[in-house]
């Protein structure tokens, strides 16, 4: 079984930073991709960004040059950046990952619960 547990959340005013962590454990062999995505009220969860096993990553257009988004492997955590943040950021920010239960077999989405961003103006 694989949990996450993401913090870093909370209340900012525009133009501030806040750092999202989302750590993994569990029973996994190796994980592939970890992302960032969100879900504002009303609206389809989105895409934040994604980082690969190797470290490249894919960023939404309303990230890029704002969000930076990190993996540090041995500790089976990804982090977000967020610097000048914007009121239109305030949504639950959930962290993605693809496991690996044995070497060799298939990929599994995970999701963690979600922590909620909310920026003021």
């Known amino acids: 079984q694989v949990q996450l547990v993401e913090s870093g959340g909370g209340l900012a005013q525009a133009g501030g930073s806040l750092r999202l962590s989302c750590a993994a454990s569990?029973?996994?062999?190796?994980?592939?991709?970890m992302g960032w995505y969100r879900q504002a009220p009303g609206k389809q969860r989105e895409l934040v960004a994604t980082i690969t096993g190797r470290s490249m990553t894919n960023y939404a257009d309303s990230a890029k040059g704002r969000f930076t988004i990190s993996r540090d492997n041995a500790k089976n955590t990804v982090y977000l950046q967020m610097n000048s943040l914007k009121p239109e950021d305030t949504a639950v920010y959930y962290c993605?990952?693809?496991?690996?239960?044995?070497?060799?077999?298939?990929?599994?989405?995970?999701w963690g619960q979600g922590t909620q961003v909310t920026v003021s103006s």
């Open positions: 569990g029973r996994f062999n190796s994980i592939n991709a």
């Open positions: 993605n990952i693809q496991y690996q239960l044995f070497t060799g077999t298939r990929y599994y989405d995970y």
